[in-house]
């Protein structure tokens, strides 16, 4: 008999037609003959047929894929029933349904399924004894099921599941768990038990009702209800607890609620509880809208019992546009006391933690044919934590109450010179101008020494002709640092306003030169870059005049082609100097990739430079050696440093040399050396090593292909000071990977004075396909390991649970 498929049209179910189509395969092979014949009996004739069958959409007006039935036998009254036998199959879109039998009911459209019942559908398993299964609505119902949700990576085991769509679900006395259980391990590590489990996955919910969360078989939780993403989504309700431990606070539980307000709307509070200091409450509140967004913190502890009074943390993050062209931006964050970045540090984000900002700022931009115009207006104030101590006090930086300018940049193009155009090519006169008014004040907190402040008015101009091509380059360039003060405490001769204006030329030349080579056996591409910056500024006593905004710049490659030392508009260095370095590079011509950079930079002085960082004259000809180097030669090896070498007292006055090997996933170890002389000499170890197990990289959980295995790892970096002689902000940490879930354990110690520091103990437990409890670990060490790796694959680290 021959094996080739047979399609049946198929007819509307409700029809006035009572014929029996007969299908006959004989004679030669591929022979068919199809035969309508009037209506002998009451029952159709029955059509046996072996292996497949199709069953074609309805000619109804809808669109609907085709059903297939495969089989080892096939049985069927047409239009009405068919019966598969022995390795039945039915696929229909991306459904696809196997069992030892099927029964399928074309006039209900209903599938019976009846031993090792396996169902497919978008990336899910479900597996049970016998199933009914309404195919083209997708409902039905399923008795003792195994189920696992590509969605989440992660299944159970249910007494029934309740197909309600293609897209809802409802398991009953069901079991939640990312962990494959096997012989030698019958129960999974952990294992979330619901007496119902829903979970819609068009709108990305699941909801478990009496959920009990086991861990080694240890309840550590339990809620009336838990509601979860089922993948990047967010969803309202009680997110896992946080739990963390310092030596300051004591032990902290925190329990945060997460409110998805709206789609681009949403706020989180999490009431907490420190045993050594009381019980507070933090919050959070985002939005993202067209052109506006922002972010809005408070922490609040009303009652500190060691500190005797109430404590607090608000921060506030906004951008956006208010019109016609102006945006708007703030960054705030001030704390109740001058002890809070020592008692809580983890609940401060800035930068600087004992340097506070309330800085709003608010500018537009316009385009024009001839030039692009920026105004602007700026507040900013700064909260100081200085402290009782007199060794860690500091100098507080001015308020600038206001800030307002106008910045303009210009460009020409087609500059002819003395009727000719330079090079035989177009060149491009640029400009560029900025004018400001700033008021500038001291902080509330500011020591008694500092001086006070004032009102600066400045212009900065210049104008420059790029010249050049694709390999070399000269800009010949003349600017302006012009400045009016006006000071609140008259200077030691009895003035409260001076003027000055300092010019400055500058001609900047540099070339790419290219060869084809080979370094230790692969082909590369070499270059070599010579450079050249002369600067000529004439000196203008400055002593006299306030330092609102200037401070020196770090002498590295970058600032020793600048033309001023310093940075703002206060200071200005005199400069009758000659800038040359030379930088080669080499270049894998296959990848691309720099691997090997070697460079020097230094300055001669032909006149005595008076306007220094310190305001000490500088006499020596010559300023200080610049050196670097870096190489990536090998896969698995990266080296770099820099240096800086005193030739007037043949000293290294300053270096820094780092080293990082990575043989592979989760291997990493990186070391550095920092020396400042006769300020600060340090040395730093970081790493991620596996100690024991078998190492893999994160996958993602497969249906029944998962497995628990374990490896430890080790993780940290650890910082010590040679010169004060003290280990300083260090963290230390394991972590061990049974691949359904990872335990994170570890100690941070961060330095908040000569001899204070703040340490904190953390421990996270991450469930794969559900979950993170309790602290933050993961984050701390991303934050310090240079190439550290996270061992769980990015969905599940950043899935988010509620409890309602």
């Not at 309805?58 to 068919?82: F, K, Y």
Request: aromatic share 10%.
């Amino acid at each position: 008999m021959s094996k080739r498929p047979v399609r049946l049209r198929r007819l509307p179910l409700i029809r006035p037609l009572n014929l029996a189509i007969v299908l006959s395969l004989s004679g030669g092979a591929g022979a068919q003959s199809l035969e309508t014949a009037a209506p002998a009996a009451e029952q159709p004739v029955p059509l046996r047929l072996s292996r497949q069958l199709n069953i074609n959409a309805r000619p109804d007006g809808e669109s609907h894929p085709a059903m297939v039935l495969n089989a080892d036998q096939l049985t069927s009254r047409i239009d009405q029933e068919t019966v598969a036998q022995g390795k039945a199959e039915l696929r229909y879109g991306d459904l696809l349904l196997r069992a030892d039998t099927l029964r399928y009911d074309e006039t209900q459209d209903l599938a019976h399924a009846d031993g090792h019942v396996e169902i497919s559908h978008s990336g899910s398993v479900v597996k049970g004894p016998s199933l009914q299964l309404y195919v083209q609505r997708f409902e039905g119902e399923i008795l003792n099921p195994n189920y696992f949700f590509s969605a989440t990576g992660g299944g159970g085991h249910a007494d029934s599941l309740r197909f309600l769509d293609s897209s809802r679900i409802r398991a009953e006395r069901a079991t939640y768990s990312s962990c494959p259980v096997t012989e030698e391990h019958p129960e999974p590590a952990w294992q979330l038990s619901t007496s119902s489990l829903s979970m819609n996955f068009e709108a990305n919910e699941g909801v478990a009702t009496d959920a009990v969360l086991r861990f080694q078989g240890v309840p550590i939780l339990a809620a009336p209800s838990l509601s979860f993403p089922l993948g990047e989504g967010r969803k309202s309700g009680w997110l896992p607890p946080v739990i963390g431990l310092d030596n300051r606070s004591g032990f902290e539980f925190g329990l945060p609620y997460y409110w998805n307000i709206a789609p681009q709307r949403d706020a989180t509070f999490t009431p907490y509880v420190m045993t050594q200091r009381g019980a507070g409450m933090a919050s959070e509140f985002r939005y993202l809208e067209p052109g506006q967004s922002g972010m809005l913190n408070l922490d609040l502890l009303p009652h500190d019992r060691l500190m005797g009074r109430g404590r607090w943390d608000f921060r506030l993050n906004m951008d956006g546009n208010v019109g016609d062209g102006w945006s708007y931006k703030s960054r705030v964050e001030q704390v109740s006391d001058d002890d809070y970045w020592i008692d809580m540090p983890s609940r401060m984000k800035s930068a600087t933690p004992r340097l506070l900002p309330t800085d709003f700022q608010l500018s537009k931009s316009s385009s024009f044919n001839w030039a692009q115009v920026q105004t602007y207006a700026r507040v900013e104030y700064w909260q100081a934590l200085q402290g009782l101590d007199p060794t860690v006090q500091f100098a507080t930086p001015f308020q600038r109450t206001p800030q307002v300018g106008l910045r303009l940049n210009s460009s020409a193009d087609d500059v002819v010179l003395m009727g000719y155009r330079p090079w035989g090519r177009p060149a491009q006169l640029e400009g560029g101008l900025e004018l400001e008014y700033n008021r500038f004040t001291r902080p509330l907190e500011h020591l008694i020494s500092d001086p006070d402040g004032g009102e600066r008015v400045h212009l900065l101009s210049h104008v420059s002709l790029p010249l050049g091509g694709s390999a070399w380059w000269l800009v010949p360039k003349l600017s302006v640092n012009m400045a009016a003060y006006s000071l609140d405490t008259p200077i030691a001769d009895g003035q409260t306003r001076m003027y000055r204006g300092i010019p400055t030329f500058s001609l900047d030349n540099g070339w790419v030169f290219e060869r084809d080579t080979s370094l230790l056996g692969h082909s590369m591409v070499q270059s070599l870059e010579p450079r050249a910056m002369y600067v000529l500024t004439p000196y203008v006593a400055q002593s006299q005049f306030p330092q609102f905004d200037s401070a020196p710049k770090d002498f590295n490659f970058d600032s020793i082609y600048a033309e001023n030392q310093f940075s703002g508009v206060d200071r200005v260095s005199d400069a009758n100097q000659l800038t040359l370095g030379v930088t080669s590079r080499w270049l894998d011509t296959e990848l691309g990739d720099e691997v090997l950079r070697l460079g020097l930079a230094q300055r001669l002085l032909f006149s005595p430079q008076n306007v220094t960082p310190d305001n000490v004259p500088v006499n020596s000809h010559v300023s200080d050696l610049l050196l670097l180097g870096s190489t990536h030669l090998d896969k698995r090896w990266w080296l770099d440093g820099t240096l800086e070498y005193n030739s007037s007292t043949n000293e290294v006055a300053r270096e820094v040399l780092g080293a990082r090997y990575s043989p592979g996933p989760f291997r990493t170890v990186s070391a550095a050396y920092r020396l400042t002389r006769n300020q600060s000499e340090q040395v730093e170890v970081a790493w991620q090593w596996p100690l024991s197990g078998q190492v893999e990289p994160p996958a993602p959980r497969a249906s029944g292909a998962a497995s628990c295995g374990g490896a430890w790892y080790s993780a940290g970096r650890l910082q010590y000071s040679l010169y004060d002689r003290r280990l300083i902000n260090s963290v230390m940490g394991f972590e061990y990977n049974a691949g359904c879930w990872i335990l994170r354990l570890g100690a941070e110690r961060l330095s908040t004075g000569q001899a204070s520091t703040n340490t904190s103990f953390l421990v996270q437990i991450e469930l794969v396909g559900l979950s993170t409890l309790g602290s933050n670990a993961l984050q701390v060490l991303k934050d310090n390991i240079p190439g550290y790796r996270s061992l769980s694959s990015d969905r599940s680290a950043n899935s988010r649970s509620s409890y309602d």
